[in-house]
Antibody, heavy 121, light 107 residues
Framework: EVQLVESGGGLVKPGGSLRLSCAASGFTFSSYSMNWVRQAPGKGLEWVSSISSSSSYIYYADSVKGRFTISRDNAKNSLYLQMNSLRAEDTAVYYC??????????????WGRGTLVTVSS | DIQLTQSPSFLSASVGDRVTITCRASQGISSYLAWYQQKPGKAPKLLIYAASTLQSGVPSRFSGSGSGTEFTLTISSLQPEDFATYYCQQLNSYPRTFGPGTKVDIK
């Protein structure tokens, strides 16, 4: 089955760290760019970070730049998000999403169910 | 950064209604726009990419149009399962911004 499964969420104190993982299965993970998208409770979607298939290109939202690090291990079919210096405003469900492309057009065509990160003292 | 606005932010409609949602970009993004549907507690689902290409498996009552800075998502005949929140996303440049969403509710 083609799927993405996130893990690693939980409750963490402000200033703390957390590492999210996303396990991919059912497709050739190493061929796809991958992304993290988050959604604060009751709010809209916010793109967080993207990584190309070979990790050559990495991008971050300004809101997480310098605090979050995206990485991947193609041998393990896994995507990661290392989150440091966490703030209350980082509280959200974090989704990993696959980036498909067709004739130069990109889109997020496969999403995981998400993992909840709560930053609170 | 490219900003996206959506209108309306909330829409009340009945089953069978034709529904149109507009997404506007702060600068031209060619056709690099996608639409997603999200139901409460669920992950977003891709509906449309490249502004007007229907994702495989998505019902044909959904359609998209537009280019440059103005885009529309149309549901030709609203079905009970279509009550959800809809987001546009630009994939022309980074950051890959999303619109604020349009919630479609039952009248």
């Amino acid at each position: 089955e083609v799927q993405l499964v996130e893990s690693g969420g939980g409750l963490v104190k402000p200033g703390g760290s957390l590492r999210l993982s996303c396990a991919a299965s059912g497709f050739t993970f190493s061929s796809y760019s991958m992304n993290w998208v988050r959604q604060a409770p009751g709010k809209g979607l916010e793109w967080v970070s993207s990584i190309s298939s070979s990790s050559s290109y990495i991008y971050y939202a300004d809101s997480v730049k310098g605090r979050f690090t995206i990485s991947r291990d193609n041998a393990k079919n896994s995507l990661y998000l290392q989150m440091n210096s966490l703030r209350a405003e980082d509280t959200a469900v974090y989704y990993c999403a696959r980036a498909g492309s067709y004739w130069g057009s990109w889109y997020f065509d496969l999403w995981g169910r998400g993992t909840l990160v709560t930053v609170s003292s | 950064d490219i900003q996206l606005t959506q209108s309306p932010s909330f829409l009340s409609a009945s089953v069978g209604d034709r529904v149109t949602i507009t997404c506007r970009a702060s600068q031209g993004i060619s056709s690099y726009l996608a639409w997603y549907q999200q139901k409460p507690g669920k992950a977003p689902k891709l509906l449309i990419y490249a502004a007007s290409t229907l994702q495989s498996g998505v019902p044909s009552r959904f359609s998209g149009s537009g280019s440059g800075t103005e885009f529309t998502l149309t549901i030709s005949s609203l079905q009970p399962e279509d009550f959800a929140t809809y987001y546009c996303q630009q994939l022309n440049s980074y950051p890959r911004t999303f619109g604020p969403g349009t919630k479609v509710d039952i009248k």
